[in-house]
């Protein structure tokens, strides 16, 4: 579903009760775009903030799906614009979310940035989000950066990643 004509930011439920929120950027010749998950639950959570100047446009987006202060988990696979730039905001707008990233991120940077503290996730660390089982993976320097990691939905067998 189309959540926003002017950016063609759009959102699909790409398995059972997880969201890919799409915002294509014509930054590159044949086009990038900058995806979220939003992932339904109990606890729910998104994956990736997205750019800061993307904040509106993000939160209409998950504002689509559920209201927003129903947010607890707010992360990404490592610390970049695309993925934290609107995790201050977020936060701002879901009081009892907490920030996540692999431990090494949430010690070198997500704790400096963030208005709250975070959570750092080990590897291999199991946790729930109600009825889902998350796995998280360490996968430094994949894509690029030393705080990589991925996390994996047991209940779906979606991999979720950067």
């Known amino acids: ?3 926003n004509q002017e950016t063609g930011t759009c959102v699909d439920e790409v398995a059972a009760g997880i969201y890919r929120i799409c915002t294509p950027l014509d930054i590159i010749p044949g086009g990038f775009t900058v995806n979220s998950y939003l992932i339904d639950d109990v606890e729910p959570m998104l994956f990736h903030a997205s750019y800061r100047k993307l904040f509106p446009t993000t939160l209409e987006a998950v504002r689509k799906v559920m209201p927003v202060e129903r947010l607890r988990w707010i ?4 610390f970049e614009g695309d993925e934290y730039g ?3 905001e977020f ?4 009081p ?3 920030p996540f990233g692999t431990e090494v991120g949430v010690m070198t940077s997500i ?3 963030a208005t709250r503290g975070a959570r750092g996730f080990g590897d291999g660390e199991e ?3 109600g009825s ?3 796995k998280w993976l360490y996968t430094p320097h994949v894509p690029h950066g030393w705080d990589c990691g991925i996390l994996f939905d047991l209940s779906t067998g979606t991999l979720l990643c950067g």
Not at 91 to 94: D, E, G, H, N
């Open 75 to 78: 992360g990404g696979s490592h």
């Open 1 to 3: 579903m189309i959540t």
């Open 127 to 129: 946790f729930s989000i």
């Open 111 to 113: 704790n400096d940035f």
């Open 132 to 134: 889902r089982r998350m």
């Open 96 to 98: 009892n979310a907490t």
């Open 86 to 88: 609107a995790l201050n």
């Open 91 to 94: 936060l701002a707008v879901a």
